[in-house]
């Protein structure tokens, strides 16, 4: 290869080099916002569905893009008779000045007992709801009771909770 041939190709490969522009890629960040949904049978096929589109914030203009929406069922094994249904709770905020909350995952659908105990031992709220199979949040108002210290209890079947529980 002669000196010109080496200088031609050195420089038609800097010029390709330079000459391209190189673009940064944009990560689109999903969010999936359902409206509605449902779920059916039809012979032996169980149909889940909802009615939702992801959002798609660009990072270029913050305009928004829409998409077909998705939903993944939370369906959880039969349980035994005598399984504890409770698997977990979480209350919050605690202190509370307005509402305070319940967060429980239950293993099956059952009723769940909340009271909440001031110190002299009077139950000043009582609720028993109906609640389904997965996460459950319940929400108590709490700014119509005095400041201080109350106990919260939580029955669900045999299993007995007692927490302690501020009110400012």
């Not at 522009?21 to 149909?47: D, F, W």
């Not at 998409?67 to 369906?75: A, H, V």
């Not at 094994?77 to 605690?94: A, S």
């Not at 919260?152 to 529980?165: P, S």
Request: proline residues 5%; charged residues 10%.
């Amino acid at each position: 290869m002669s000196n010109s041939t080496r200088a031609g190709t050195c420089f038609l490969f800097l010029f390709i080099l330079f000459s391209t522009t190189t673009r940064a890629q944009i990560i689109l960040n999903r969010y999936v916002t359902a409206t509605s949904g449902g779920e059916g049978t039809v012979g032996a096929v169980k149909l889940t569905y909802t009615i939702g589109e992801p959002i798609i914030s660009f990072i270029t203009d913050g305009h928004f893009a829409l998409t077909q929406g998705f939903q993944q069922p939370e369906e959880l094994p039969p349980v035994k008779p005598g399984t504890r249904l409770l698997k977990e709770y979480l209350i919050f905020p605690n202190p509370a000045s307005t509402n305070l909350k319940i967060q429980m995952d239950l293993l099956a659908p059952s009723y769940v007992q909340v009271e909440l105990i001031n110190t002299a031992g009077q139950t000043l709220y009582s609720t028993q709801p109906s609640m389904g199979a997965g996460r459950n949040t319940l929400v108590i108002g709490v700014n119509r009771f005095a400041s201080g210290i109350y106990t919260l209890k939580l029955q669900v079947g045999l299993q007995i909770f007692f927490e302690k529980v501020i009110i400012q």
